[in-house]
C-alpha cells in the first residue's frame, strides 16, 4: 500500500508540468495581462530575425506595421522598407509558447541618382517557440528557438532560409517594474539561382519596463548586434510606449536607432496592436 501511494506521488510530480510553479514567478506578476511584455521587437532585418524575445508565454494574436529608412545623400542613395506584419503566440502549457509571424506584404521603394524601383511581396514568415525552463521568485529563464522560412518573393532568385537559438531572461521584483534580457545566435543562407553564402550574428539585448498605470507603460532597451555585417554590426537603443485597454487589447508604439557599427540604417519604427486570449 505504500509503495503505490509512493508511485502515485512520483507519477503525479512527474506529470505536472513545470509552468504549473512558473504561474507563482515572475510570469504571473506583471500588473496587466494586456500590456505588452518583454524588449521591444524591432529589428533590421525581416520580420522579427534576430530581435528579443520575451520570456513569458502568452496567447495572443497582432496586427502591426514597421520599417526602416536608410538614406546616404553622400552616395545618392536611398531606401526605404515597410511591412505589414500578423503574428500570433499560443501558451501550449504556463511554461511553453509557439509564436510565428509574418510579413504579409513587405514594400520596399529604392532611389540612386539614375533609378527608381519599388518592390512589392510576401516577406518571410518566422516560427519558434520558448520554454520557460527555470521560475524562482522573481527569476524567469526561458530559452527558445526561430526558423526563418524561404516564403519571400521580394527576389525572384533566392530564397532566404535561417535559424536561430538563444535564451530570455526576466527579473520582476514588482508587477510594475522588470529588468529582462535575451542573448540569440542567428544565421542564414539563400538559395537558388542568386544563393548567398552563409551569414551568422549575435545578439544581445538588456532592457528595463515600467507600469506607470494599468494602461500605459513605458520600456527601454539597448540592442548589440555583432558578426553579421561587420564585427560590430549595430548599437541601437530602443524605446517603446505600451497601452492596454481591458483585459485584452493591447498597443505598443516603439522605434530604434543604431548609433555604432556599421548598420546603414537611420532608423526603424513600428506600431502593433494585439489581442490576448
Known amino acids: 500500500m505504500n509503495m503505490s501511494r509512493l508511485l502515485a506521488a512520483l507519477a503525479a510530480l512527474l506529470l505536472v508540468p513545470a509552468a504549473a510553479r512558473a504561474d507563482e514567478g515572475g510570469c504571473s506578476r506583471w500588473l496587466s495581462p494586456a500590456l505588452a511584455e518583454g524588449p521591444v521587437a524591432l529589428g533590421f532585418l525581416s520580420a522579427d530575425v534576430s530581435t528579443g524575445r ?14 526602416n529608412a536608410l538614406i546616404e545623400t553622400q552616395n545618392l542613395y536611398g531606401a526605404v522598407t515597410a511591412a505589414g506584419v500578423v503574428s500570433g503566440s499560443l501558451a501550449v502549457r504556463p511554461d511553453l509558447e509557439v509564436f510565428a509571424t509574418l510579413e504579409a ?4 521603394y529604392v532611389q540612386n541618382a539614375s533609378l527608381t524601383g519599388m518592390d512589392v511581396a510576401l516577406g518571410q514568415l518566422t516560427v519558434g517557440a520558448t520554454w520557460a525552463v527555470l521560475s524562482h521568485g522573481a527569476f524567469v529563464l526561458a530559452p527558445g528557438a526561430r526558423l526563418q522560412l524561404p516564403t519571400s518573393f521580394a527576389s525572384p532568385r533566392t530564397r532566404t532560409v535561417g535559424a536561430e537559438v538563444g535564451a530570455a531572461l526576466l527579473y520582476r521584483p514588482t508587477e510594475r517594474f522588470d529588468v529582462h534580457g535575451y542573448a540569440g545566435v542567428d544565421g542564414d543562407l539563400g538559395l537558388g539561382a542568386a544563393a548567398s553564402l552563409p551569414r551568422a550574428g549575435v545578439l544581445v539585448n538588456v532592457g528595463v519596463e515600467y507600469a506607470f498605470f494599468r494602461h500605459f507603460a513605458a520600456v527601454l532597451d539597448a540592442n548589440a548586434r555583432f558578426g553579421r555585417r561587420a564585427v560590430l554590426d549595430s548599437v541601437a537603443p530602443s524605446l517603446g510606449v505600451r497601452f492596454s485597454a481591458g483585459e485584452h487589447f493591447g498597443a505598443e508604439l516603439g522605434a530604434s536607432l543604431p548609433v555604432l557599427g556599421a548598420e546603414r540604417a537611420l532608423a526603424a519604427g513600428g506600431l502593433k496592436v494585439t489581442w490576448r486570449l
Do not use: D, N, W, Y
Open 105 to 108: 506584404p513587405r514594400v520596399q
Open 54 to 67: 520575451r520570456a513569458c508565454p502568452r496567447t495572443e494574436l497582432g496586427l502591426g506595421v514597421q520599417g
